[in-house]
């Protein structure tokens, strides 16, 4: 038991100044301890369970005397009930350091989404329509329609967000902009999912208040009442021939990259996206590297003669390795093909759309197997067999892809399979 000194008043206490440990009385064990640098902070010396505490009461002139005083007995009085005030002040400020670090708000928990997977996304154009759901139309309320009635949720902890604030913020949207009021509530079922996961939402039996089925259904019209998918524009098989004569018209950079496209049965960023690196020529195969692949996996395409030819006839750039240039030597852009694509279909087609042609044509005109059609447009295919499936059939779908150059145009007699001086030149490089 600490020895009773004699009580100092307020302003003999502030008078002490020298570095040490001192008893000020009132309280048995009540120090007032001085630092070195001139801090000064209240000290309770205490036994609990026979083992020696010394717990901190604040520091001083922020606690008063009195203050101090009061919370020294409340502290021995809680002693001498058996409880150790101590441990239970350090658990409170635990519990509350706790509840700090979950109070997570929803525009932090968007912007700690974006940082764990946006590098995962290939095209900075998918990242960008990521941030701008989250963070624009979710966060803020923005750019939700005419009405501009939305209510951003930006400010709010995401373990209160709650059905009314989603409905508040997704019915702006729904009607005036259904597949952009769509996207934003799946994004933001995903960042409420993996605030979950964080442990920044800890309610017992907490629904994702952004979930679909068997919730958001029922209170929103269904997306396709308001907005019917409409597929890629595509010509029916029995226009294709007359479409690629129209086009084998034409020159330049676009007119060789849609034709790729076409005879490739690819997609518009994998032909624009070509370089001369990936052919191999003996082999005559076109190998599409996985970080250009939607699928995120390497693609083969057999390349027909028809193919090959083509890319005899296309003009080389010193030092650039693509196939289809612009005329400042990056990339083709997307709206130069497409812009031709229309203009030879009047409309009636996208480049995309001839995908859907081959697999029309595919299906309808030939008897080649369904996998084999499936591989030659590099879909992933699922499930068990996707698992077991590691092949790519490249050898089975070269006369595929011969029958489908065939069906296009047959080419000029003799020029199937002579090499143009690209090729040539190509050859002797890499000799």
Not at 357 to 367: H, V
């Amino acid at each position: 038991m600490p020895r009773k000194v004699e009580e100092l008043g307020a302003l003999q206490v502030a008078q002490i100044t020298s570095p040490g440990l001192h008893a000020v009385g009132g309280v048995a064990g009540l120090c007032l301890q001085v630092e070195p640098s001139g801090g000064r902070s209240w000290v309770l010396r205490v036994m609990v369970a026979g083992k020696r505490r010394e717990m901190g009461l604040g520091g001083f002139p922020d606690v008063k005397v009195a203050d101090a005083r009061r919370l020294a007995r409340e502290a021995r009085e809680a002693i001498s009930k058996g409880r150790d005030p101590v441990e239970e002040r350090r658990a409170a400020k635990a519990q509350l350091l706790a509840e700090a670090g979950r109070l997570l708000t929803f525009e932090q928990a968007c912007r700690d989404y974006l940082a764990a997977h946006e590098k995962a996304w290939k095209h900075p154009a998918h990242a960008q329509a990521w941030r701008h759901t989250l963070l624009t139309i979710a966060c803020t309320g923005m750019d939700c329609g005419q009405s501009g009635t939305a209510v951003g949720l930006g400010k709010m902890a995401v373990g209160d967000i709650e059905t009314t604030h989603v409905l508040n913020l997704l019915r702006p949207l729904w009607t005036a902009k259904t597949e952009t009021a769509q996207r934003t509530r799946q994004r933001c079922e995903a960042v409420l999912n993996a605030a979950k996961a964080t442990g920044a939402i800890r309610a017992p039996g907490w629904n994702n208040p952004f979930r679909w089925r068997g919730h958001l259904d029922v209170l929103l019209a269904k997306p396709r009442k308001l907005a019917p998918i409409q597929h890629q524009r595509a010509l029916p098989a029995s226009e294709a021939a007359g479409f690629v004569a129209a086009l084998r018209e034409r020159k330049g950079s676009a007119a060789h990259a849609l034709e790729w496209l076409v005879l490739t049965a690819c997609r518009s960023n994998e032909a624009r996206g070509a370089r001369w690196s990936e052919i191999d020529l003996d082999a005559k195969v076109w190998t599409i590297p996985a970080a250009r692949m939607k699928s995120g996996k390497e693609h083969r395409v057999p390349l027909s003669d028809a193919a090959m030819l083509l890319l005899n006839a296309l003009p080389r750039i010193a030092g650039c390795d693509l196939l289809f240039p612009s005329p400042t030597g990056k990339p083709l852009s997307d709206v130069a093909v497409s812009k031709l694509c229309g203009e030879l279909s009047a409309g009636q087609c996208v480049p995309h759309g001839w995908r859907s042609t081959f697999r029309d044509w595919a299906g309808d005109a030939t008897s080649y197997p369904r996998e084999v059609a499936e591989a030659a447009l590099a879909h992933v295919v699922g499930g068990v067999e996707g698992a077991y499936r590691r092949g790519d059939a490249v050898e089975r779908r070269r006369p595929l892809m011969a029958d489908w150059a065939n069906f296009l145009g047959k080419l000029p007699a003799n020029q199937a399979e002579r090499d143009g001086d690209n090729v040539r030149e190509l050859r002797a490089i890499r000799a």
